[in-house]
């Protein structure tokens, strides 16, 4: 079973520039979620799809970060426009159901803002 | 809101040594708790985790117990081998309806010296 794919693996950005992230979960799985990780600390939820729609984004900057998941499948995160804050590894994760059910990550995409 | 506190790494052990990785837990209700490892160079993989009071989730040689009256979900393990080296993040699933985004800790690095 092919795991949850992101790309590109690594991004180095101007400050004040846009850039996206591209995911790609598991095969058949409803759920997908995207995380921030800053160097030293945990994963932060973003957002929640459910499907196409949102479950949760309320720790998502909305006024710099957009997510959609149009067909309920793939995903794309932007940034627009970045901050040096921002640096920080992007991940995606995806589970078949919600509610106690194990969360799969893919690989992460690593995002340098200069 | 739900928050998670495990202990500071660096954490230096020789080989075959006793493990124990302290992690505590606030949360409303009855969350489901998880250990997620982090090996160099790869992504985060789900190591064991338990879905309510009293379970004991065990994988690889790897324990921890929910432990409801001390909120807590110490990670064990009785001989550790230079492979274990890497990152472990203790997290919560709120299991409560609506958003199951995932609440983690700082991590743990765990050095391993043969």
């Given at each position: 079973e092919a795991g949850v794919a992101q790309s590109p693996r690594y991004k180095i950005i101007e400050k004040r520039q846009s850039v996206a992230f591209w995911c790609n979960p598991i095969s058949g799985h409803a759920t997908l979620y995207w995380y921030q990780q800053i160097l030293g600390q945990g994963p932060k939820l973003l957002i929640q799809f459910q499907n196409n729609g949102?479950?949760?984004?309320?720790?998502?900057?909305?006024d710099r970060f957009s997510a959609e998941r149009l067909k309920g499948v793939d995903s794309t995160l932007k940034i627009?426009?970045?901050?040096?804050?921002?640096s920080a590894v992007y991940l995606c994760a995806s589970s078949?159901?919600?509610?106690e059910d194990t969360q799969y990550f893919g690989p992460g995409t690593r995002l340098t803002v200069l | 809101g739900d928050s998670v506190t495990q202990m500071e790494g660096p954490v230096t052990l020789s080989e075959e040594a006793f493990l124990t990785i302290n992690c505590t837990y606030t949360a409303t209700g009855y969350p489901s708790l998880f250990w997620y490892v982090q090996y160099p160079g790869e992504g985060l993989q789900l190591l064991l985790k338990a879905t309510k009071a009293d379970d004991k989730g065990s994988n690889k040689g790897f324990e921890a117990t929910y432990r409801k009256e001390t909120t807590s979900f110490h990670l064990e393990k009785g001989s550790v081998q230079v492979s274990d080296s890497a990152v472990y993040f203790c997290a919560l699933n709120?299991?409560?309806?609506g958003a199951d985004g995932l609440t983690f800790g700082k991590g743990t690095h765990l050095i391993i010296q043969p």
């Open positions: 949102v479950v949760d984004d309320s720790q998502l900057p909305k627009q426009p970045a901050k040096l804050e921002d078949y159901l919600q509610f | 709120p299991g409560q309806g």
